[in-house]
């Protein structure tokens, strides 16, 4: 009689559920899509009526301002698919509704207190000098309510809203009559913006000195310094647009733990334990300042930086860490640096010349121009965005910065003045359109 063998067929490993929330036409989503689709099965979230859901991926649409029915809807994608190993938020705003929800599951997460304190500059600094971080003379100002005396104050000021990002409303100010002028310009862009904190300003000692920038991951309150970018261009005002960013440091081995150390005091002063850091310092003969501590990644599409000796980016770290696998990276090669190309003035852009004579300068590795033809550009400190990006790479960070600069002295941009309808009142009651453009 025949005998029948009977194989076993081994079922494939179910991958673990990844939640994503995403700001719509964020930077980081396409690449942290990319990074974690092969290690887990991911559900993107937006927020509203907005599909920015690909075909075939699961997601969902939710009102992030209600955790309550955002529990509800995903206590339901759980019953259909199963439950999430983590929640990752990809921008400020993200990563407190990420941290609320991820406490809601049941899953491990940095206090939603430690998340506002992060995106709040005002407690961040409170923060900060009652955990002994050095802190630069500050106050908070109330924009709602009659101004105190502005007199006698430790001029130069940076005047700050407590709750924007990218330098956003940051603005220098030399003396009284600049604080009055750049308070009533906040208060403009703060009426703007459904999210700001328009109530509130902060207003602190300018600190000179060499500004970085260190990306991070926290793993149970200790800071892993995964690159530190040079800043080489001085950042004195009276905007403050960052440009270039270059790693490797130059600064010396001492100084990058020492700014290390600094960074991850205060890290912990806002009780930030888990996750990702981007940090921004200034040193000078005084010592090492927090400028911010955001617990996300590094903003823009600067993280293409970021491809770590074991040939991983810095989303997929971020993912790996979410996922509780063990991660090890190590430093790159070379050099590289990135400079986003600020906003030249206002205007509608008409053309971008000379891209490709740019684009030849041995070591630029890409140029992505974000802006296009007819957008209305609007530069700092009322702007949020940057015109686009240009990357190199060479054998050391000065190589880096040398060819950004002579790959941004080619770039043209060729704008038309940007015309707004205004309704005059005229003499005889009726009215008339005239046609004007803000000020710069």
């Known amino acids: 009689m025949r005998r029948v063998r009977w194989r076993r067929v081994r079922e494939p490993l179910k991958k673990p559920r990844l939640l994503l929330i995403a700001p719509f036409g964020s930077y980081r989503t396409a690449p942290f899509l990319a990074a974690a689709g092969a290690r887990a099965d991911v559900v993107l979230v937006s927020e509203g009526t907005a599909n920015i859901v690909e075909s075939g991926l699961p997601g969902l649409r939710l009102p992030l301002h209600d955790l309550d029915a955002c529990e509800r809807a995903i206590r339901e994608e759980m019953d259909r698919g199963g439950a999430f190993l983590a929640v990752l938020g990809l921008d400020d705003w993200g990563t407190e509704v990420a941290g609320a929800l991820a406490l809601r599951l049941g899953l491990a997460a940095n206090p939603p207190q430690a998340l506002e304190i992060a995106r709040r500059k005002d407690r961040a600094r409170a923060a900060l000098q009652a955990a002994g971080v050095p802190v630069p003379w500050h106050r908070v100002l109330a924009l709602d309510a009659p101004l105190p005396a502005l007199h006698d104050l430790p001029y130069p000021l940076v005047l700050k809203p407590v ?18 002028a750049g308070l009533t310009r ?3 862009i703060l009426g703007h913006d459904e999210r700001a904190v328009w109530n509130r300003a902060l207003i602190e000692r300018f600190v000179p000195g060499f500004e970085i920038a260190l990306e991070g991951l926290l793993t149970g309150g200790v800071l892993q ?20 960013y270059i790693t490797p440091s130059r600064l010396d081995a001492a100084t ?8 991850e005091r ?46 991983l980016s810095l989303e997929d770290v971020v993912v790996r860490h979410a996922l509780k696998e063990a991660v090890t990276v190590s430093a790159r090669a070379g050099a590289a640096g990135v400079l986003m190309i ?52 060479g054998p050391d960070p000065t190589a880096v910065y040398e060819t950004l600069r002579t790959a941004h002295g080619h770039l043209r941009f060729v704008l038309a003045p940007l015309w707004r309808p205004a309704v005059i009142p005229a003499a005889t009651g009726a009215t008339r359109i005239a046609t004007a453009t803000p000020p710069a």
Not at 225 to 242: H, N, S, Y
Not at 347 to 363: Q, T
């Open 163 to 180: 709750a924007l990002s990218g330098s956003r409303g940051v603005m220098r100010v030399d003396d009284e009559a600049g604080l009055r």
């Open 186 to 188: 906040l208060r403009a």
């Open 225 to 244: 310094t995964l690159a530190i970018f040079d800043k080489p261009e001085p950042l004195d005002g009276p905007f403050f647009e960052e440009t270039f």
């Open 256 to 263: 990058r733990e020492r700014v290390r150390e600094v960074v």
């Open 266 to 311: 205060g890290a912990r002063a806002y009780g930030l334990h888990e996750g990702p850091i981007h940090a921004e310092c200034r040193l000078n003969a005084e010592g090492i300042w927090v400028i911010e501590i955001a617990a996300r990644t590094i903003g823009g599409l600067c993280a293409r930086l970021l491809r770590f000796g074991t040939g």
């Open 342 to 393: 600020p906003i030249p003035g206002l205007g509608i852009l008409k053309r971008v010349e000379g891209l490709m004579a740019a684009d030849r300068v041995p070591g630029v590795v890409e140029i992505v121009i974000d802006a296009r033809e007819g957008q209305e550009l609007v530069p700092l400190p009322e702007g949020a965005s940057y015109l686009g990006f240009v990357f190199a790479q």
